[in-house]
Structures are given as C-alpha cells and as structure tokens.
C-alpha cells in the first residue's frame, strides 16, 4: 500500500530489512555509548514490542544441523533503537559505506533512463527507492534523475519519488533527509516524496505504478521464512557445514527470484530495475578500478567481502562462549537473515527464458550482472587522521566498523537472547562483544584489513 507522506517510525537498517522488526509500543532505556572517536555518550534506547515481560533463562538443547524457522507461529520479536530516532545515525556509519557504492554507480544508472518511455511531459514518473533507510544514499542519486529527466521532458512532467523500507525504519530521519535544504525538493516543482512501508517481498504498490526502482545494498537481506541456522558462524554465507551451505543458497534463490518476480509486476512496461548486491567474493573479471581511482592494496590471501569484520565478529562471538559469558545454545543459535550471492546467482533466475517464471514475467536484463568493489569508508577516514594529523587511531577505525555493522547485527543477536536473557543481560552482552570486537581489531593493521564492501550490479527491463 502506498501512503502519502506523513512523520512515522521505521528500521535503520541498509539496509535494508532486518529480521523480525515489528512496530508496537514505545518505551525507552538510558545506556552509554560511544561516539566514532571512542568517547562515552548517553543514547535512547527504544523498544519495541507486543509485551514487555522479563525473560527466564532456559536450557534448551543444542541443535547443530541446518533447520528453516517458520515465523507465522512464533512469539513476535522485539526490535529496539540503539540511536535516538531523527539523530541521521544510519547516514552517518552505514550509510557513509553503501553510499560509495551507489555514488561509483550513478553513471550506471544515468547511462540507462533513456531506455525507459515516456509517454506524455505532463504524465507521471515514479521513481521507486528500495531499502531505502534515511533516504541520505540515494538523495543525490534521485536528484541527478530528476534533472536528467527535467531536462528531456520538460518541467511539467510529475515525478513521483516512492520510498520503502521496513515499518519500524528510522522515518524521522528519512524526512529530514527529503525534506533538508540539500534536497531535490528545494531545486525542483512537480516532485511528489510518498512511502510505503511494506516489507518488499511482499507487493508494495500496484502493477504497472513505477517506472524505474533502485535498491542499493538490500536484497542480501533475507525474509523471515528464509532463516537458516548456523552453528558455527553468525554469518551464513561463512559456514563450514554443507548441509547448512545448500538450506541457505536455496533460501537465498527463493528469496531472489521473488522480490525479481514482485518488482516486475510493480514496473511499468519498459520500466528499469536496478540492483546492487553485496557479493562473497570479487571475480576474476573484476575491474578494480571500475568507475573510481581507488583501489584495494596490500591483500594477499582470498578476496573475500569484508573478510576480516565478519571473520572477526565470529571470533568475539566465541570469544563471549570460550569465556562461559554465553551458552552453547546462544553461541549456535545466532545467524543473520543476510545472504551474499555470487554473480552467477545473480544470474540464475534470467537464465532460462523458456522456463524462467522472471523471464515470463516480461523481466530481462540489459546490462550485468557486473562485479566492482567500493572503497572502505572508515579505512579512509583512518588514512585521513594518520596523514595529516600524523596519528595511528587504529581505535578509531574500530569503533567506526562498529557503528556501522551493528545496525546490521543488533537486532539478531537481540532476538537470539531475547529467550534466555532480560534486557539488561542482553544489553551487556552485547557491548561486551562489541568491545571484544574492537580489542581485536584495533590490534590489526588497517591497510591489510579486509574491509572492503564487494558488489555485483545489474539493470533489467520489463519489456511485456
């Protein structure tokens, strides 16, 4: 359903759909934090859930083999803001690392709108941004459409600038964005921001409402039916198990093709599809310089997406079970709703245009699936702070990785506690595993830190 746009409360994350975000009733919790430089600041901490009972801890037996959750029947789960809502929290650590990667494709994008038609300058044009989150990613993006489009058609054509996201996204914070002095609004006339919060593997507007969607770093977040369990890492795409490996590829296809098969039902005939999916690794024919000077140095082992934040979050994580601070069940039973495919898995539901249901769907694609990887912000920023203020802040750098990537794991490992532990329990555990985190990396060398972000991108069209 698509609503006009009105203040509201939604999710944070790239990214993006995290698992298990579900709006209800507002409370909120004082805790400390830190700021990027390392210095202890008070923030809110919201909750939001159907009931606001304290936890027992139980003990459950241990399950190791890859098992599917269905969500239908179960407890909801309670999702909490870490961030005051409206502080732009997502723009400034997450945001800063996916919007390298949408800035490196903006002339992707720009080199494609012609493609789609545009049957009258005083019709209407819907630009549909998925995942969007604050909307601060893709401003600049959908400011450079809109003059692209203002100055083929003409200023009387309607543009309408459709934002999803999750429904309990940070909203207050995308408003702000959209409405900023930075804004497209403040340059053009004719442009219509509205938002849908429809989770997108489900039908966000009607067939045949847009002309062109983006979704920038979101798809490798899974629905809820597609969790897979992995006892032996937080991350699914780095499990060691086989049987774990194939449960979360074919989730990961499912989940694929049907937001493919959802978005062609929602494009106009001759509409344009964009897509940039956070890859396992680059490939051979990767162009490290693709659309940027920057370049990744000093890597001399696998060329694997952000090996060594996620290598490392593992090892806090066992860290906390080596320590007895968490249980073996805890310790098996934290994975995130995340799936990083290869190219060819991007590939895959186009492949067959006799049996492909994306395919019968009218959905081809024009260009891609191409691979490029974007340059690590928070290495940057620690390049910056060494040369010119002389000083090696590898703190810092950690920290930063950690503002960022928990908006990615929060909610996760919250939602692995929330049945053993209260609140508060949950709450220093966490803190504890991101200490360990920073400890950990702070002791590494930045300049050989697998940090980078690697992305596939692709555009397709609906042409029936």
Same mark, same amino acid.
């Given at each position: 359903?698509?609503?006009?746009?009105?203040?509201?409360?939604?999710?944070?994350?790239?990214?993006?759909?995290?698992?298990?975000?579900?709006?209800?009733?507002?409370?909120?919790?004082?805790?400390?934090?830190? *700021? %990027?430089?390392?210095?202890?600041?008070?923030? #809110?901490?919201?909750?939001? &859930?159907?009931?606001? *009972?304290?936890?027992?801890?139980?003990?459950?037996?241990?399950?190791?083999?890859?098992?599917?959750? =269905?969500?239908?029947?179960?407890?909801?789960?309670?999702?909490?803001?870490?961030?005051?809502?409206?502080?732009?929290?997502? /723009?400034?650590?997450? /945001?800063?690392?996916?919007?390298?990667? +949408?800035?490196?494709?903006?002339?992707?994008?720009?080199?494609?709108?012609?493609?789609?038609?545009?049957?009258?300058?005083?019709?209407?044009?819907?630009? =549909?941004?998925?995942?969007?989150?604050?909307?601060?990613?893709?401003?600049?993006?959908?400011?450079?459409?809109?003059?692209?489009?203002?100055?083929?058609?003409?200023?009387?054509?309607?543009?309408?600038?459709?934002?999803?996201?999750?429904?309990?996204?940070?909203?207050? %914070?995308?408003?702000?964005?959209?409405? =900023?002095?930075? %804004?497209?609004?403040?340059?053009?006339?004719?442009?219509?921001?509205?938002?849908?919060?429809?989770?997108?593997?489900?039908?966000?507007?009607?067939?045949?409402?847009?002309?062109?969607?983006? &979704?920038?770093?979101?798809?490798?977040?899974?629905?809820?039916?597609?969790?897979?369990?992995?006892?032996?890492?937080?991350?699914?795409?780095?499990?060691? &198990?086989?049987?774990?490996?194939?449960?979360?590829?074919?989730?990961?296809?499912?989940?694929?093709?049907?937001?493919?098969?959802?978005?062609?039902?929602?494009?106009?005939? /001759?509409?344009?599809?964009?897509?940039?999916?956070?890859?396992?690794?680059?490939?051979?024919?990767? %162009?490290?310089?693709?659309? *940027?000077?920057?370049?990744?140095?000093?890597?001399?082992?696998?060329?694997?997406? =952000?090996?060594?934040?996620?290598?490392?979050?593992?090892?806090?994580?066992?860290?906390?079970? +080596?320590?007895?601070?968490?249980?073996?069940?805890?310790?098996? &039973?934290?994975?995130?709703?995340?799936? @990083?495919? +290869?190219?060819?898995?991007?590939?895959?539901?186009?492949?067959?245009?006799?049996?492909?249901?994306?395919?019968?769907?009218?959905?081809?694609?024009?260009? /891609?699936?191409?691979?490029?990887?974007?340059?690590?912000?928070?290495?940057?920023?620690?390049?910056?702070?060494?040369?010119?203020?002389? #000083?090696?802040?590898?703190?810092?750098?950690?920290?930063?990785?950690?503002?960022? @990537?928990?908006?990615?794991?929060?909610?996760?490992?919250?939602?692995?506690?929330?049945?053993?532990?209260?609140?508060?329990?949950?709450?220093?555990?966490?803190?504890?595993?991101?200490?360990?985190?920073?400890?950990?990396?702070?002791?590494?060398?930045?300049?050989?830190?697998?940090?980078?972000?690697?992305?596939?991108?692709?555009?397709?069209?609906?042409?029936?």
């Amino acid at each position: 359903m698509v609503m006009t746009v009105i203040p509201r409360l939604v999710n944070a994350a790239a990214v993006s759909h995290l698992s298990c975000l579900h709006l209800a009733s507002l409370s909120s919790l004082q805790s400390r934090r830190w *700021t %990027s430089d390392g210095l202890a600041m008070k923030t #809110v901490r919201r909750g939001m &859930s159907e009931t606001a *009972t304290d936890v027992k801890r139980t003990s459950d037996g241990v399950g190791t083999s890859a098992t599917r959750r =269905g969500m239908s029947g179960d407890k909801k789960h309670s999702f909490q803001y870490f961030w005051q809502p409206g502080s732009g929290y997502y /723009g400034e650590s997450l /945001g800063r690392v996916s919007k390298v990667a +949408t800035d490196i494709c903006e002339n992707f994008v720009l080199s494609h709108i012609d493609a789609v038609p545009v049957p009258s300058p005083t019709g209407v044009f819907t630009i =549909g941004d998925y995942g969007t989150c604050d909307g601060s990613v893709s401003l600049q993006l959908i400011h450079k459409i809109i003059d692209h489009l203002r100055n083929k058609h003409g200023p009387d054509l309607k543009i309408q600038v459709l934002y999803e996201d999750h429904p309990s996204s940070d909203y207050n %914070s995308l408003f702000k964005t959209i409405y =900023g002095q930075t %804004s497209y609004l403040s340059k053009f006339n004719n442009v219509f921001p509205i938002v849908c919060g429809t989770n997108f593997y489900k039908q966000c507007v009607p067939d045949n409402t847009c002309d062109v969607i983006i &979704s920038f770093i979101g798809v490798h977040f899974l629905s809820e039916e597609s969790y897979v369990r992995c006892s032996n890492t937080i991350f699914p795409w780095r499990s060691t &198990s086989e049987e774990e490996m194939r449960a979360h590829r074919e989730a990961a296809a499912r989940d694929w093709r049907k937001f493919l098969l959802l978005r062609a039902a929602e494009l106009k005939q /001759g509409g344009l599809l964009f897509v940039t999916q956070l890859l396992t690794e680059l490939g051979d024919n990767t %162009s490290q310089s693709r659309d *940027t000077n920057s370049s990744v140095t000093n890597i001399t082992d696998t060329i694997e997406n =952000g090996k060594d934040i996620y290598r490392n979050l593992d090892l806090a994580w066992n860290d906390l079970h +080596t320590n007895g601070v968490i249980t073996t069940e805890e310790f098996q &039973s934290c994975t995130t709703l995340q799936a @990083y495919r +290869t190219l060819q898995e991007l590939k895959d539901p186009f492949e067959d245009a006799a049996m492909s249901p994306v395919r019968q769907a009218g959905l081809r694609i024009l260009k /891609g699936p191409e691979d490029f990887f974007s340059p690590c912000f928070m290495k940057t920023l620690w390049r910056e702070k060494l040369q010119t203020d002389g #000083v090696d802040d590898r703190k810092m750098f950690a920290r930063r990785l950690v503002q960022a @990537y928990r908006l990615v794991l929060d909610a996760t490992l919250r939602n692995t506690l929330e049945k053993t532990r209260t609140a508060e329990e949950q709450s220093d555990i966490m803190d504890q595993l991101y200490e360990c985190f920073v400890e950990r990396v702070a002791a590494c060398n930045p300049e050989t830190f697998q940090s980078e972000p690697y992305v596939g991108r692709l555009v397709a069209q609906k042409l029936k």
